[in-house]
């Protein structure tokens, strides 16, 4: 093993990039950080069948998104040599002959069919499905006779029974498996060459010397089985930390079967939420910052701060509102021209040369306050683009018709030459003092412009709206509510 921290993430190809192993990427990214070590990402890509490159592009597009770099690894068109377990199938064979000349291993000839009826029968008779080792003392003439009716074995490997496996677990403490809880003799090489997961786990982290293994808890029995491979082969293992798994309010574990695409990182991608309040979020789900009242801070700041000790051995709560709380804060938080960068790809729907740039900055910094994730910019944003506005029926007759309304709506437009349109709390004292001479305010005062300038008597503040809509826009939407009386667009 190598004196330098050295951990890794290891997804599977088989599925999008799913918040738990986000998760569990950012604790082993932290963890090398912490310790001056090197992060590495592979693909664990042997099941040929689920495996498919979208995923490999989801999965690694993700990390990236999330601020995640690797020092070594797989990647698309990256700079980094391609760890991928479906380019080792040759060596993983040559360490499986190993095992079988030193004892550890046998050639396995049952069939697909025979392993079926056991796997019925155990069913049947109420037993755990576990394979029977029926396939470790088979004669020479039966392996003839196997070989001659084509059948093509599989390697497997002696699971010694009963003894207990142990490891002092980095963030759960001493952890006991007994190997008769591990299903029998295990297939190491498939009848089609192929290595299975905890094979080609065990030897890819030999290969690349991982000091350190943080997972989730659902392969801990994964582990028993690795630690009888890693002493078979005479190799130390690496360290292990098992987190808890991330649940629902409803105690189910976070699946894309119960909870659809909010479990995959690409959903809150697409639905505009800040890849900084994921990344804060997903940190806090199971750790806790050494002041423990500390609830926001950056990767940067978590990676000088991040102690393995102070994982939580219990599982996560998911929260959404408590990510939207985090996402609403970077919204507001973040530098406006990333915001605003980040907003454009919701606004193609409009034309956006209505505005410069620092116009746009503007219009961003008028909504963002009021968002919870950039997708809604579109409907919030919606009434600054074009000349005209939709207005409702009911609306124009309860907030526009009235004499009172056309005062305020007349007196704004007699009112814009005076307006500081590059400063929204100047624009809003004309208004309040505009208010004053007529002895009108309140929502009196505010809804007819509102109801004329936007469509709604909801939105941001009056000021910065009027600010970003500029006099040219303002005064034809004024001028278009007096003329029509509150009908068709104005």
Not at 102 to 129: D, I
Request: net charge negative; hydrophobic share 35%; glycine share 8%.
């Amino acid at each position: 093993m190598s004196t330098e921290v050295r951990v890794r993430i290891a997804p599977s190809p088989t599925g999008n990039l799913h918040l738990g192993t986000a998760r569990t990427a950012l604790y082993n990214y932290l963890y090398a950080k912490r310790h001056n070590g090197k992060f590495i990402f592979r693909l664990e890509d042997t099941d040929n069948e689920r495996s498919d490159e979208k995923y490999t592009k989801d999965i690694i597009d993700g990390l990236k998104w999330l601020g995640l770099t690797w020092d070594e690894g797989c990647d698309i068109g990256g700079p980094y040599p391609p760890y991928r377990q479906t380019e080792k199938i040759d060596h993983y064979e040559r360490i499986a002959d190993k095992l079988l000349q030193n004892g550890f291993a046998y050639l396995c000839y049952a069939s697909t069919e025979e392993l079926a009826a056991l796997k019925e029968e155990q069913r049947v008779s109420g037993l755990p499905s576990r394979y029977d080792n029926r396939g470790r003392e088979v004669s020479i003439e039966q392996r003839e006779k196997y070989q001659a009716e084509g059948r093509v074995p599989s390697f497997r490997f002696r699971v010694e029974e009963p003894q207990d496996i142990h490891w002092d677990d980095e963030i759960k403490g001493p952890i006991t498996v007994n190997s008769a809880d591990l299903g029998g003799d295990m297939v190491i090489i498939k009848s089609n060459g192929v290595a299975t997961y905890n094979f080609a786990v065990v030897v890819d982290d030999i290969d690349m010397q991982m000091t350190n293994v943080l997972r989730g808890e659902d392969h801990i029995h994964n582990t028993a089985k690795q630690l009888l491979l890693f002493e078979a082969l005479n190799c130390k293992p690496p360290h292990f930390g098992h987190t808890g798994l991330i649940f629902d309010s409803n105690d189910r574990k976070l699946s894309k079967r119960e909870h659809g695409e909010l479990v995959h990182i690409d959903y809150y991608k697409t639905q505009g939420y800040m890849p900084e309040a994921i990344v804060n979020y997903l940190i806090k789900t199971s750790w806790t910052p050494p002041d423990d009242t500390m609830e926001k801070f950056t990767l940067e700041e978590a990676c000088q701060m991040f102690d393995i000790k102070r994982v939580s051995k219990t599982h996560a709560r998911f929260d959404m509102d408590k990510l939207n709380w985090y996402n609403s804060h970077y919204l507001r938080s973040l530098p406006l021209s990333t915001v605003t960068e980040r907003a454009r790809p919701y606004l193609t729907d409009f034309d956006l040369s209505e505005y410069s740039h620092d116009e746009l900055e503007k219009l961003v910094d008028t909504l963002r306050g009021s968002l919870t994730k950039l997708s809604e910019i579109k409907a919030a944003g919606s009434f600054f683009f074009g000349k005209t506005v939709e207005v409702s029926d009911e609306m124009k007759s309860t907030v526009l018709s009235s004499s009172e309304a056309k005062k305020v709506l007349t007196e704004t437009l007699s009112s814009i030459s005076k307006m500081p349109f590059d400063d929204p709390a100047g624009v809003k004292q004309i208004v309040d003092s505009m208010g004053k001479e007529l002895g009108i305010k309140g929502k009196n005062l505010y809804w007819p412009l509102r109801a004329a300038l936007a469509g709604s008597t909801q939105g941001p503040d009056l000021g910065s709206m009027i600010s970003v809509l500029g006099p040219t826009k303002v005064q034809a939407r004024l001028e278009a509510a007096l003329k029509n009386g509150g009908n068709g667009h104005v």
